[in-house]
């Protein structure tokens, strides 16, 4: 699944292509799950309605309305957006859908734009969706009530971070980290980078970390994550950037699928494990538990 900065980097892509264009028709193709709205409101509030914006919250992109109502999309595992108009533009799963005439056996959604112009919701395995809300009952969707602060918002502060973590003290400051409740938007990729550049181990227990070292983390956390939107996302498996590129933070990484090569900081060689269910790389060294 994407993590934050691979869909801010959508997010992002997105906003400069389709902000001021007006929705002229939108057609579900064979599955009413990716779209599951009801005719009479897209004909209301989504047809003839300019896109006034595109945001995100977590891992979920947000395409509001002139009609003061927003589809709110999550792309899920396999999900793409595909943008054709004056340029195309790719974003999601690296299949042949980014790149191929569309709509095609896996469009969900598409999206005409009066000006010709098109954006296409592609999903092999149809677990992701577009939903449509009014702009106030955004807030109030169970994800968005339960989901955590933003890390990247300025006022997101390390005494913030604190209280939050330590609600899950007795578990594992990885799997703490991959609670979307705690904190949104962070993955095992980045959480795996940022515990190794505050010196942590994936498999300590909240309750045994210092408030200092739960500030470190969040700085590294916001250093990780920031460098990754500036990259483009990384290249985990199956995402691209906004301009159909692989993302290149991989490239960067200092501990995530580094197994067996040197720790750029100690030289000690790099371990896979499993913490929170999940692979978790570190180094045995500088992340002693």
């Not at 919701?121 to 994800?143: H, S, T």
Request: charged letters at 25%; aromatic letters at 8%.
């Amino acid at each position: 699944m994407p993590e934050l900065p691979e869909v801010e980097t959508v997010r992002a892509g997105l906003e400069r292509l389709i902000v001021g264009r007006i929705i002229s028709n939108v057609s579900v193709h064979d599955s009413p799950k990716s779209f599951p709205n009801s005719p009479s409101d897209v004909e209301q509030f989504v047809r003839n309605n300019v896109v006034t914006a595109v945001r995100r919250r977590a891992k979920v992109l947000l395409i509001e309305l002139s009609s003061e109502y927003t589809l709110v999309t999550h792309l899920k595992m396999t999900g793409q957006l595909v943008f054709i108009g004056t340029e195309r533009f790719g974003a999601g799963h690296p299949n042949d859908s980014l790149i191929g005439a569309l709509p095609d056996k896996s469009t969900r959604v598409s999206i005409a734009f009066a000006e010709g112009s098109h954006l296409y919701f592609n999903d092999q395995r149809k677990f992701g969706w577009m939903k449509l809300y009014p702009n106030l009952e955004v807030p109030n969707i169970d994800f968005m009530k339960k989901v955590g602060p933003e890390p990247l918002e300025d006022s997101f502060t390390a005494l913030e971070f604190t209280a939050r973590i330590r609600r899950r003290n007795n578990t594992t400051i990885k799997a703490a980290l991959l609670d979307q409740t705690v904190l949104a938007g962070i993955g095992n990729i980045y959480a795996d980078e940022s515990l190794w550049g505050a010196k942590i181990h994936p498999a300590s227990r909240v309750r045994d970390l210092s408030d200092e070292q739960l500030a470190l983390l969040l700085a590294e956390i916001k250093y990780v994550l920031k460098l990754a939107i500036e990259k483009g996302g990384s290249t985990d498996r199956n995402y691209v950037n906004a301009e159909g590129k692989r993302g290149s933070y991989i490239d960067f990484a200092r501990v995530f699928r580094r197994e067996g090569l040197e720790c750029p900081r100690c030289g000690t060689v790099i371990e896979k494990s499993k913490v929170a269910g999940r692979g978790t790389h570190t180094c045995p060294v500088c992340q002693v538990q």
